[in-house]
């Protein structure tokens, strides 16, 4: 069975950096893409970056570009989401996303709070 279990989440002042990570289990890691999606208070859950199985290929909104960097580690099978430079509306719930074959995961999620 797969699963995912992000941590890395807390509190920050504008301006700070956190680095979520989230391990993965109960599939090949290396042969998916992982995804970092996020969910704000009263908001739909947006995609915020991705990256493919070999982690060559990265994608960001255009609202953390710049800011955010996607990467993974396929013998420890964990993605990261390194977010500098962090914003009032980078406040959400971010969960790692993963699609195999026609069934798509989800982790429990991390609270990120930015607040001064």
């Known amino acids: 069975q797969v699963q995912l279990v992000e941590s890395g989440g807390g509190l920050v002042q504008p301006g700070g950096s956190l680095r979520l990570s989230c391990a993965a289990s109960?599939?090949?890691?290396?042969?998916?893409?992982m995804s970092w999606y996020r969910q704000a208070p009263g908001k739909e859950r947006e995609l915020v970056a991705n990256?493919?199985?070999?982690?060559?290929?990265?994608n960001y909104a255009d609202s953390v570009k710049g800011r955010f960097t996607i990467s993974r580690d396929n013998v420890k099978n964990t993605v990261y989401l390194q977010m500098n430079s962090l914003k009032l509306g980078d406040t959400a719930v971010y969960y790692c996303?993963?699609?195999?074959?026609?069934?798509?995961?989800w982790g429990q999620g991390t609270q990120v709070t930015v607040s001064s």
């Open positions: 990256i493919n199985s070999a982690g060559g290929t990265t």
């Open positions: 996303n993963t699609r195999v074959f026609l069934a798509t995961y």
């Open positions: 109960g599939l090949t890691f290396r042969n998916y893409a």
